[in-house]
């Protein structure tokens, strides 16, 4: 007996297809099920690891700013010059401290974004600060522990600057002699702190997700939202949960060690869990819509057109997924094969697409290397020009005091005068287009040189320089425009001596080479300084008349800053638009003009 098999009867493409696609909703459903929940445990981690890593880091910020200012109150606080003033009787000497004293202080608030004011004051009532008010600093005076050696934070104090009432936090730090056998303190020094810069700056305390205050030690809001901060302190005894605006928070308290500051971290309760039901369910949802069009699409485009094409699809994703050599490659399709007329339309125009994107890509390539070699031309030739930029009227003057020093026959001091200027022009003629700090250095000493003698005892000279820099290397030229600057419209046109200070430093947090020239001439008035400020920040191109631009030589504000804009020029052209002058003034009162530059001991082509 036989058993006749039923024979089997291929089903449709399309009922293949329903069966197929039905298999695959099933099981993507289970999968996605499954998925759904390991996401979710993973997901709930990651966030709540966020979250204690947000106030981590603001914690690693608190712990390094008390530090800095640890350090900088004794910095100041044992400080020769501080020291000096703060025990002077004689007037006449505290007149001249004072005056020092105070560029220390404006000095190293400017060196740090989050010091709202830094002042010294004595037991003797010696004073002086940077812009806040006398009354207060002598209020904490009285209220800084005396059997306290190190760093000590007050509570909350409104500082009144500019008539400005300022939340601020103030470290303050006895000052003892430098004499050991005295072990009484002499003074202290407070520095007042912007919160939100001590608190890192960078780091919101009000998220959708997590809000943060910071308290001081008598529970006093330093940072935060005031609204917030008042349920904080309506909160039940003994509660870790808050309610503000109709919603309970859970917080958690995080104490500052050596401060008694407290953050307090403000969590919405089930906002991570609704966070993440709102992440998964989009993703699902997208998902599964996504999966709907593509079934759709699968359902109605099946054909054997798609076999007919894959030898297209085969190249197109050779060079989708980076081939170049795929570029080389031609469709060649079995004219049996063909389905369609569209099949072979599509093949011949990928074909020449192909050819026309091959002749393109060497036009491009011819292209970009003259268009680069044409920049680099034109970059080189710039700066030659830039850098031979010398002051005519300062060749004048000083062949004017040679002549008049002839006329005196001060012999000596004609050797002196020529020798300095030679070495001034060999060095701006000499081809290398980077050099030391210490060459560039000798050849603005041998410019004040010249200047000192022509002004006889208008001014004081003093270099600030660390040993570290001196081998830096940086651009020809380019400290010596700024002297110039200072002497010729700040200290020349003074009544009374002023003062010139040449700095540099190495700034190794950021590998920065710092240089300034600091001037107690007639400043820039605020008007003025706008227009400079706008004039180097702007993007800079080489004006059409190039040689007219440059070489103005008249006493109005265009040739006052023809060597900031020189100097600016090259600057950008060496290292880029986000390197430029800095330069800050005070009308009649001061002039400080800065140069950051990438610090190098040799330059990197």
């Known amino acids: 007996m036989k058993i006749q098999l039923k024979k089997f009867t291929p089903l449709p493409l399309r009922r293949q297809m329903m069966v197929?696609?039905?298999?695959?909703?099933?099981?993507?459903?289970?999968?996605?099920?499954?998925?759904?929940?390991?996401?979710y445990k993973l997901q709930y981690q990651s966030l709540k690891t966020n979250q204690d890593e947000k106030v981590n880091q603001v914690l690693h910020?608190?712990?390094?700013?008390?530090?800095?200012?640890?350090?900088?109150?004794?910095?100041?606080?044992?400080?020769?010059?501080?020291?000096?003033?703060?025990?002077?009787?004689?007037?006449?000497?505290?007149f001249d401290y004072?005056?020092?004293?105070?560029?220390?202080?404006?000095?190293?608030?400017?060196?740090?974004?989050?010091?709202?004011?830094?002042?010294?004051?004595?037991?003797?009532?010696?004073?002086?600060?940077?812009?806040?008010?006398?009354?207060?600093?002598?209020?904490?005076?009285?209220?800084?522990?005396?059997?306290?050696?190190?760093?000590?934070?007050?509570?909350?104090?409104?500082?009144?600057?500019?008539?400005?009432?300022?939340?601020?936090i103030v470290a303050g730090r006895l000052i003892y002699p430098l004499d050991l056998s005295n072990a009484t303190p002499c003074g202290a020094v407070f520095i007042a702190i912007d919160p939100s810069r001590f608190l890192g700056g960078s780091y919101s305390l009000d998220s959708t997700d997590q809000?943060?205050?910071?308290?001081?030690?008598?529970?006093?809001?330093?940072?935060?939202?005031?609204?917030?901060?008042?349920?904080?302190l309506n909160k039940r005894?003994?509660?870790?949960?808050?309610?503000?605006?109709?919603?309970?928070?859970?917080?958690?308290?995080?104490?500052i060690p050596d401060t008694g500051y407290e953050l307090i971290s403000i969590i919405p309760k089930g906002a991570l869990f609704q966070k993440l039901i709102k992440t998964v369910g989009s993703q699902y949802f997208i998902t599964l819509v996504i999966f709907i069009i593509v079934c759709t699409f699968l359902i109605y485009f099946i054909s054997r057109f798609f076999n007919t094409i894959a030898e297209l699809t085969g190249i197109m994703n050779k060079i989708t997924s980076g081939n170049r050599r795929a570029l080389k490659e031609r469709i060649h399709l079995d004219e049996k094969s063909y389905v369609c007329l569209e099949a072979q339309t599509i093949g011949n125009a990928f074909n020449q697409m192909l050819d026309e994107v091959d002749t393109l890509n060497r036009d491009i390539f011819n292209t970009c290397t003259k268009m680069y070699e044409t920049e680099i031309y034109a970059k080189k030739t710039e700066l030659a020009f830039l850098r031979s930029q010398i002051n005519p009227h300062f060749l004048y003057n000083t062949l004017a005091l040679i002549c008049?020093?002839?006329?005196?026959?001060?012999s000596d001091?004609?050797?002196?005068?020529?020798?300095?200027?030679?070495?001034?022009?060999?060095?701006?003629?000499?081809?290398?287009?980077?050099v030391t700090f210490r060459e560039e250095l000798e050849i603005v000493k041998s410019y004040l040189m010249i200047q000192s003698t022509r002004f006889e005892g208008r001014f004081t000279i003093e270099y600030s320089i660390s040993d570290e820099i001196m081998d830096a290397c940086i651009p020809k030229m380019i400290l010596q425009p700024l002297v110039e600057n200072s002497i010729v419209h700040g200290l020349e046109k003074l009544l009374e001596p002023g003062h010139l200070q040449i700095g540099g430093m190495h700034d190794s947090s950021n590998d920065t080479l710092i240089i300034w020239v600091y001037d107690t001439g007639e400043g820039i008035s605020v008007q003025r300084l706008s227009q400079i400020r706008e004039s180097l920040n702007r993007p800079k191109t080489m004006p059409s008349s190039m040689e007219e631009s440059l070489f103005v030589d008249s006493p109005g504000e265009e040739s006052e800053s023809l060597g900031l804009l020189n100097v600016n020029s090259r600057i950008r052209l060496y290292y880029g638009e986000p390197y430029h002058l800095i330069i800050e003034s005070k009308e009649h009162i001061e002039t400080n003009i800065q140069i950051r530059i990438p610090f190098q001991l040799q330059r990197k082509e």
Do not use: W
């Not at 197929?20 to 996401?39: E, H, K, P, Q, R």
């Not at 809000?211 to 349920?231: P, R, V």
């Open 98 to 168: 004072v005056q020092r004293v105070s560029n220390l202080l404006i000095n190293t608030q400017n060196q740090e974004p989050s010091i709202i004011d830094i002042a010294v004051i004595g037991d003797n009532g010696n004073f002086s600060n940077v812009a806040g008010d006398s009354s207060i600093t002598s209020r904490l005076l009285k209220e800084l522990p005396r059997d306290q050696h190190d760093v000590f934070f007050f509570d909350r104090q409104n500082y009144f600057i500019h008539s400005l009432n300022t939340v601020c």
């Open 404 to 410: 008049g020093m002839s006329t005196e026959g001060r």
């Open 237 to 255: 005894s003994g509660d870790s949960v808050i309610t503000y605006s109709n919603t309970e928070y859970t917080y958690e308290s995080h104490g």
């Open 61 to 94: 910020e608190v712990e390094y700013n008390y530090t800095y200012f640890s350090k900088l109150t004794t910095s100041l606080a044992y400080n020769e010059l501080v020291q000096s003033y703060l025990v002077e009787k004689n007037q006449e000497s505290k």
């Open 413 to 434: 001091d004609i050797i002196n005068i020529s020798q300095a200027l030679a070495q001034i022009l060999r060095y701006s003629i000499k081809g290398n287009e980077f």
């Open 211 to 232: 809000k943060m205050i910071f308290l001081d030690q008598s529970q006093n809001l330093l940072l935060g939202d005031e609204e917030i901060y008042q349920a904080y």
């Open 20 to 39: 197929l696609l039905m298999i695959m909703a099933v099981t993507m459903a289970g999968i996605m099920a499954f998925s759904m929940f390991s996401y």
